[in-house]
């Protein structure tokens, strides 16, 4: 076994936030408002959140969910980056100066950092998220590894929106697929049991599918699951072209 | 006003995580079904899961469903139903097969069949030797059933009401039975009250492990749907046993899922030693949770942590090929570099025991049903998953087991609340059906004490984890349940900052802490009933098994509201365990 690194004492020190506050019930405008919090290094910016939500301010409204980076619920605008919370540390972030948050672009903010996510969740339904496989088959279908592993990268996505909305195309036309959807798209294009592989193609052709895309790579920068969204999308070009999978 | 909103379905489902969607899934094409959730579907904790889900397939190596029920029962320190556990593990194997039909990307062995792994506790032949039968898909099991499930779920249409909190249910009598109309749901998004009748209700609310500090749990599992039950006057099962995970990150609670030990990851106290191989040298590392992480605890308590406070220990992956982590653990060991800043590669990693999972919950049977008593079902009610307990995981579940639970009995719930709704009439609505929820509503947004729902929150989370945690005594129990009386006290106290209508989180929290407080004092009060040590319930007064006076299920009741003493308004009552095949042995591993 190698040496045991010792966790020495984790140093604490006082944060600025400046975090973008909304609520229709109060005001039409959106406004900034800014927080000092202690907190430690290895603090999550969401437990930034926490704190103020629970020591300063019960109003501060947020998603969140797992606190661990799985459940996709706290993607918001850090530092102008699009990150989950819960998976941004504060020590690797610039402390001298304000960190701001912001709820993330492109969709309707509600209050705070909510926004509405029902046209992302519609893109998605748009692409048919589901296998279509209409052999019957008495065990399990047969995938070989080298099969399987043709769509792994996909499959992790956890639908936090957070590659949609850092895209400028999204940004300025709203009916664009978005990042999201395409990748969910390939992660049954590329199943090599899936059916509809042609039908879903034909879906993402579309003048708001896939060649909307300007390849700025936003998307793969955002994603906190480390998909490669940005060559997703590209996979999925090239099947247009081909005319198959 | 509040506005009140009023549907009828045939069945209605509380709950969107692995246990709610596979019902649904069962219904859906059925019978008029809605899902309501507090959560975005996707968003559910089963996303979570990491290691794997069992089934006896048989794909790697020999394997059978009697041995698969045998390690269940015994994993369970004997107070499993062991007509519950022989379903589990007979219609496991089918379980697998729905989730692989409905699309979910399981590894695969190079003849392309489903793969499968070691896990804790699951062996060959009544405890020869560990067995692979946990099916998986990386260490993102949970999260490949949770979007498989959405995906089938949009398939068929269900219809979802997403981001509702149900915060009640409706009961009322039916040809002199008490049957539930109704659940009254809270729509965070407006404020608004919605009335959802149907002719079964299914609850798949998931557990409550955030009752403890140092938990695996996301922060909104605070057990509301268990909470609910408990508040209407019927019974719930087992509350004392609640399993403590031997790895989670130390100081965070993340989970480290099993599959790093079924994988060859080690235990190591300060020293390097494997300190495992004293305390079961058969399958040391591979024992189940409840030893583990009370060897852990020991390993701390007797100086041997690791660490500057020597207060964890360390699971050591250096040995493995980085190739084979990458392939197998790659989600916990970037867990791993994210939050505690370690290499798994070079370097073991710091753990300690996070509270994990709820064997105890809402009784049920085979069927799903919810039980009033201990055979009396309460007609039309269902529950499944985490919430319920059938008891397929008695004094402590063994891993992959739950994600397994999920799906078996969530389809049999789904099935059979549809075999009730097909001749039930939709049960009438009492009047003010929505009253109870904005009593308890205004109640809070009234409240102008100035106590915080943080700070009792809080205080109630340190005093489970330094009082009901691995080790319990009579007397740490009841400091608990004296702290949780004080905390009711001061909940009457407190007040909240957010008056709005619109996504009021900070009202939930406070709704959610009320919830909390019940579940935490039936826990603390069933653990001091149960004078004995079995599986996860291990009490330093009472050191051994005590099979002659406790091998019984506890059901709690609630009699009354709670008056501020200590347990007033709880009464303990024992069932009788279902004993088919095994009666109960040592447990030696
Ligand atoms: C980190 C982690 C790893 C795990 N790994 C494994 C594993 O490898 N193998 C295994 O077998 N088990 C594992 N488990 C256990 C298993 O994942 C869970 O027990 C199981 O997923 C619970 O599923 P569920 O459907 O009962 O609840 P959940 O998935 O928690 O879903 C609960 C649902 O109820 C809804 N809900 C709750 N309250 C309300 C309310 N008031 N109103 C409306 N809706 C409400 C929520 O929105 C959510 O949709 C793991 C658990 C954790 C925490
Ligand atoms: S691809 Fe990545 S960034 Fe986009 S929704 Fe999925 S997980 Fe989030
Ligand atoms: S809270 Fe779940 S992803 Fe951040």
Known sequence: MSDVKEIAEIPSFTVKLSIRRFDPEKSEEASWQEYEVEMHATDRVLDALHKIKWEQDGSLTFRRSCAHGVCGSDAVRINGRNRLACKTLIKDLDINSTITVEPIKGLPVEKD?????????????????????????EKERLQSPEDRARYDDTTKCILCAACTTSCPVFWTDGQYFGPAAIVNAHRFIFDSRDEEADVRLDILNDKEGVWRCRTTFNCTEACPRGIEVTKAIAEVKQAILRGRP | MTKVHHHEFDVVIVGAGGAGMRAAIEAGPHARTAVITKLFPTRSHTGAAQGGMAAALANVEEDSWEWHTFDTVKGGDYLVDQDAAEILAKESVQAVIDLENMGLPFNRTPDGKIDQRRFGGHTRDHGKAPVRRSCYAADRTGHMILQTLYQTCVKLGIEFFNEFYVLDMIMTEVDGQEVPAAVVAYDLATGEIHIVRGKSIVYATGGFGKIFKTTSNAHTLTGDGIGIIWRKGLPLEDMEFYQFHPTGLAGLGILLSEAARGEGGILRNASGERFMERYAPTIKDLAPR?????????????????????????????????????????????????????????????VFPTAH???????????????????????????AGECACVSVHGANRL????????????????????????????????????????????????????????????????????????????????????????????YEKISIQDH????????????????????AEVLAYASRERRESRGGHFREDYLERNDDKFMVHSMLYREGEPTGEIGAGIRVDWKPVVITNYQPMERKY
Do not use: C, W
């Open chain 2, 399 to 490: 891993g992959t087991n739950s994600l397994l639970d999920i799906n078996v009995f969530g389809k049999r719930a789904g099935m059979y609340a549809v075999e009730y709704a097909k001749t039930a009439k939709l049960p009438p609505l009492p009047d003010n059906a929505e009253a109870g929820v904005i009593a308890l509503l205004d109640k809070v947004r009234n409240s102008k004490g100035d106590e915080k729902v943080a700070v009792l929150r809080k205080e109630l989370q340190d005093t489970m984890d330094a009082n009901a945690q691995v080790y319990r005594t009579e007397e740490s129990l009841n400091e608990a349940l004296n702290k949780i009386s004080e905390l009711r006290a001061r």
């Open chain 2, 357 to 383: 999972y709820a064997m105890g919950g809402i009784p049920t049977n085979i069927k799903a049903e919810v039980l009033r008593d201990n055979d009396t079902v309460v007609p039309g009610l269902y529950a």
């Open chain 2, 500 to 519: 709005g209508q619109r996504f009021n989180t900070d009202l939930l929290e406070a709704v959610e802490l009320g919830f909390l407080l019940d579940l």
């Open chain 2, 290 to 350: 409840d030893m583990v992480a009370r060897a852990m605890a020991n390993e701390v308590r007797e100086g041997r942590g690791a660490g500057p406070n020597k207060d964890y220990v360390l699971l050591d992956l250096t040995h493995l090929e980085p190739a084979v982590i990458d392939a197998k653990l790659p989600d916990i060991t970037e867990f791993a570099r994210t939050y505690l800043g370690v290499e798994p590669y070079t370097e073991p990693v710091p």
């Open chain 1, 113 to 137: 950092l909510i926004v509405d996510m029902n046209p992302f969740y519609q893109a998605y339904k748009d692409i048919n998220p589901f296998l279509v496989a209409n052999d019957k088959p």
